[in-house]
C-alpha cells in the first residue's frame, strides 16, 4: 500500500509557467482543504515546489495543536484529548498523503530532495507527540476510568490504541528505562544501518566472475553482454560479471545449461555475507537480535516477536509457529512430488546426478514447458484492460456490494494516462473517489499498490479518496492495452484494497477503512483476488478484444494449470524464511548471543521442509526484511492473509458464491469494520469460527483448488 499523487501533471506545469508572479503571492495550495470533490488533490495547482514548505508549516501547526490539548487546564475528556488528536494534523495529512501518493508513482529530483529533507523530521515530529509525558498523561487518566466515560465502542478502541501506542513507545517506563530505551534504540538503528550497508557490498562483491564464456553456455546474448559490461566497469576486460539478485535462487540459474557455473552462481548467492570479511553480517545479526530481544524485555515481554504481534492478529509468536507448522506437510509433500519430477527429467536429459538446489531452477523450467505451458499471445488477447476493469473488477463489486461507477474526466490528475471514477453507493449517493494510474514509468516504483490522498472520516466529514497504481506495460499509441493474466489478478488485487478503502465507515481517522495490523491489511485484496476466476466473473471480462468471443475452455484450463507450477518450492521458500524470522525474534533477552549458522539450522531443520533442496527465500545473513526494512518478526503476515481470504472465499462458495446477500455480509462485518474491533472476534462475526487453514492448503499449496 502506499499512496500518491503528483503535481506533475503537464497541464498544471505549463499553465502556471506564465503566472509566476501570481503564484509566488498565491497561498501554499495544502494550507486549506481542496476545493474539488471530495478534497481531491489541487493537482491542478500544486507546485514541485509546494510540498517542503508545506509539510514544514504542517508539522508546526500540529506541534502546536498538540501543546494545546496537553497544556489544556481543563481535566481531560475523550473530546478534549482523544478527539482533539484525531482533529489534528489536517494540512500534514493533506500534504503527506499527497505528496507520498507522486512520489512514489511519478517523481523527480526535486521531489527525491524533498524526501529525504523530510523523512528526518516526520520521524522526530511522531517522536514528539508519543514521548510527550503530559500528552500520556491525559491519554492514561482516560484509558484508567475508561469504563465510566460513557464511550461508544469505537471510541474506547481508539482510546485503547491510543494508549497502546503510547505505552509501545516508551511512555510508561520509567526514566532510567527510557534512558535505556533510547540507547538501545540508537544501538538497533545504528546496527540495522549496519546490517544494510554490508549487505549492499556483499551482495555486489558476491557477484561471479565467469573466464570462459563456454561456462554461460544457455544464456542468451543480451545478457552475455551485458555481463561482460560488468567486467568491463569493474576493471576485468576480457570476463564476465553475473551480478547476485536479492533471493537466495538466480533468476539466471533458469536458462544456464553449464552445471558447474550454476554451482558457482549459487554458492556465491548462499554464502554472500558470510565470507569473514568487512561484509559478513553475521556478527551484526547476533549482536541486533540480542539488542531486540533486550528492548522486549524492557517492556516486559518475553521476546521481540510478542513485542511487535502485541497489535497483530497473529497475536504470538507461537500462533505464528502453530500456523507455519500447519502448512508444512502439504508443501513437503508437494516439494517431493516436483522433486521428483524434476529428477525424472534430469535422467530422461541424460544426466545421472543427483538433484541440488542449483539444479532446480533450470530443470523446473523444463517441466513447466512440457507440462504447464501457457501462450501469453494467445492469452493476452482476451484481456483488454479496459473491459478487464469495468466487466470484470468493477462487475463483481457491482454484483457483490450494489456499488457503480461512473468515469470523471474533470477531475485533475498528475499524470494524463490517469483515469478517475466516482463510486456510487447501492442508493445511488456518492461513496468515494477511484484512481487508476496502471502504467509503467521510469519515474515510478516498482509493484502495485493502493492508498487514500482523502482518508474517510465522520468526525472529519470527508469521503474515501483513493487510488490503485501498477507498472502494466503501455500499449503503442492506437494498439489495445492487452494485459497478462498476472495484470488482471493485480487489478482484483488492488481494487480489494480499494473496497476495504471505500467502505469504511469510521468515526475517526485512527481506526478508518485500511488502518489495520499487517497481517489483516492483505486479507481484503487476497480475497478479491478470487473473483477473477469466478465462472461467471471471467466470462463476463474475458472476451476477445476484437471478434468478443469467450475464451476457448481449453485456454481456461492452461491459466489455471499454469498457476499450479512449483508450488511445493514458492511456498516452501517462504515458509522457510517466515520460520527463520519467528526464530530470530522469539529468542528470550536471557539467551546468550547465538552462532548465526548453527541457529539458522536448527530453525529451518524444525520447520519438516526439504530445506536442503528448497532453500529458504532469504538466508538469515542475507534477510534485509527482518534486520533493515520494518519486516522483523511479520514475514508470515503475507501467509497468514492468504489463509483469510482463502477461507472467506470457500464461505462465499458454501453460500452461493457471486450474490448481493454475500457481498452484504463481507461488507457489513469485515470490510466496512476498519479498526473498530479485534481481527480475531471480527473473523468470527463473520464466518462463525476462527479462520480454518485448509482452504488455503487445498488451492495455493496442494492445487486441488484451483480456485
Ligand atoms: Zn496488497
Sequence with gaps: MTRFFRFGALV????????????????????????????????DVIHDSDYKPAFLQAMAIQKGEMRRIANNHAAPTFDNTIAAMERSGRMLDRVSLTFYGVYQANTN????????????????????????????KRVETLYNDRAHLDLTPEQAQVLTLYYQQFVHAGA????????????????????????????????????????????????????????????????????WVIPLQNTTQQPDLT??????????????????????DANDTRATIA??????????????????????????????????????????????TQQDREAARIQETIRKDGQTFTLQPWDWMHYAEQVRKQDYALDENQVKPYFELNTVLRDGVFFAATQLYGITFK????????NPDMMVFEVFDKDGSTLGLMYFDYF??????????????????????????????????????????????????????????????????????????????????????QFNEHWALDPTVFAHYARHYKTGAAMPQALVDKIKKAATFNRGYNMGELIAAAQLDMAWHALPASAPQQDVDAFEKAALDKTGLNTALVPTRYRT?????????????????????????????????????????????????????GHTQDYGPMFRAFYGKAPDITPMLNHRILGTDPN
Excluded at 183 to 210: P, Y
Excluded at 255 to 275: G, I, N, P, V
Excluded at 443 to 464: C, E, H, Y
Excluded at 623 to 634: E, T
Design 287 to 332: 549482536t541486533l537480535a540480542h539488542a531486540r530481544a533486550q528492548k522486549a524485555a524492557l517492556f516486559g515481554y518475553p521476546d521481540f516477536a510478542s513485542y511487535v504481534l502485541y497489535d497483530q492478529m497473529a497475536d504470538t509468536p507461537a500462533a505464528v509457529q502453530h500456523f507455519i507448522a500447519e502448512l508444512a506437510p502439504a508443501t513437503r
Design 255 to 276: 536458462d544456464m545449461t553449464d552445471r558447474a557455473t550454476r554451482e558457482a552462481l549459487f554458492k556465491q548467492s548462499w554464502t554472500r555475507a558470510e565470507k569473514g
Design 440 to 525: 509503467k514509468r521510469d519515474n515510478k516504483n516498482g509493484g502495485a499498490w493502493m492508498s487514500n490522498f482523502v482518508g474517510q472520516s465522520r468526525l472529519l466529514g470527508t469521503k474515501p479518496v483513493i487510488y490503485n497504481v501498477a507498472n502494466f506495460a503501455k500499449p503503442a499509441a492506437g494498439q489495445p492495452d492487452l494485459i497478462s493474466f498476472e495484470d488482471v489478478v493485480t487489478m482484483f488485487h488492488e481494487f480489494g484494497h480499494a473496497l476495504h478503502g471505500l467502505f469504511a465507515n469510521q468515526t475517526y481517522p485512527m481506526v478508518s477503512g485500511t488502518q489495520v495490523a499487517r497481517d489483516f491489511v492483505e486479507f481484503p485484496s
Design 621 to 673: 545473513s542475507y534477510f534485509l526484511h527482518i534486520w533493515s526494512n520494518g519486516y522483523s518478526a511479520g514475514y508470515y503476515a503475507y501467509l497468514w492473509t492468504q489463509m483469510l481470504a482463502d477461507d472467506s472465499f470457500a464461505w462465499f462458495r458454501e453460500h452461493g458464491g457471486l450474490t448481493r446477500e454475500n457481498g452484504q455480509h463481507f461488507r457489513d462485518l469485515i470490510l466496512s469494520q
Design 12 to 43: 498544471a506545469t505549463t499553465a502556471l509557467a506564465g503566472l509566476s508572479g501570481a503564484a509566488m503571492a498565491a497561498p501554499n495550495p495544502f494550507a486549506s482543504p481542496s476545493t474539488l470533490p471530495l478534497q481531491a488533490p489541487r493537482f
Design 172 to 239: 510508561k517506563l520509567s526514566p532510567a528505562d527510557q534512558v535505556r530505551l533510547r540507547a538501545l534504540n540508537t544501538q538497533i538503528s545504528t546496527l540495522e544501518t549496519a546490517f544494510q550497508q554490508k549487505l549492499l557490498a556483499a551482495t555486489r562483491d558476491g557477484a561471479l566472475v565467469v573466464d570462459n564464456k563456454a561456462a554461460l553456455a544457455g544464456l542468451d546474448d543480451g545478457s552475455i553482454t551485458a555481463f561482460a559490461k560488468n567486467a568491463a566497469d569493474r576493471k576485468l576486460p576480457g570476463k
Design 407 to 414: 468515469q470523471r474526466t474533470d477531475i485533475p490528475v498528475y
Design 109 to 136: 529530483p526535486t521531489l527525491d530532495k524533498t524526501q529525504s529533507d523530510i523523512a528526518p523530521l516526520l520521524s522526530q515530529h511522531q517522536d514528539s507527540i508519543y514521548l510527550d509525558a503530559k500528552l500520556f
